[in-house]
């Protein structure tokens, strides 16, 4: 299994940024692909945006041009760029791994809350 550690979260004003970051540790051989996952209170977890080791990055419509994440394969750490904040981006920010098949291999942790208001 994987072990990862979210931080960066905060509250900040609309329009505003944040980096979110995310260590893995573990069984890091059978990573394939890193990702940020949001959830609300009453709502599925869902997919924001992901990076497979060679770069390739799948992204939710909402984010587009305004998250970026990005990935360093040395540290085993994913970060997740948050720009031109809305309030409706507010949740808990996770992190997670996939091996090469898609599957979540990793625990999910407590996350790291993200508040966007003024």
């Known amino acids: 299994q994987v072990q990862l550690v979210e931080s960066g979260g905060g509250l900040v004003q609309p329009g505003g940024s944040l980096r979110l970051s995310c260590a893995a540790s573990?069984?890091?051989?059978?990573?394939?692909?890193m990702g940020w996952y949001r959830q609300v209170p009453g709502k599925q977890r869902e997919l924001v945006e992901h990076i497979t080791s060679g770069g390739s990055i799948n992204y939710e419509d909402s984010v587009k041009g305004r998250f970026t994440i990005s990935r360093d394969n040395a540290k085993i750490t994913v970060y997740l760029q948050m720009n031109s904040l809305k309030p409706e981006d507010t949740a808990v920010y996770y992190c997670?791994?996939?091996?090469?098949?898609?599957?979540?291999?990793?625990?999910w942790g407590q996350g790291t809350q993200v508040t966007v208001s003024s």
């Open positions: 997670n791994a996939a091996n090469k098949y898609g599957a979540v291999i990793g625990y």
């Open positions: 573990g069984s890091i051989a059978n990573i394939y692909a």
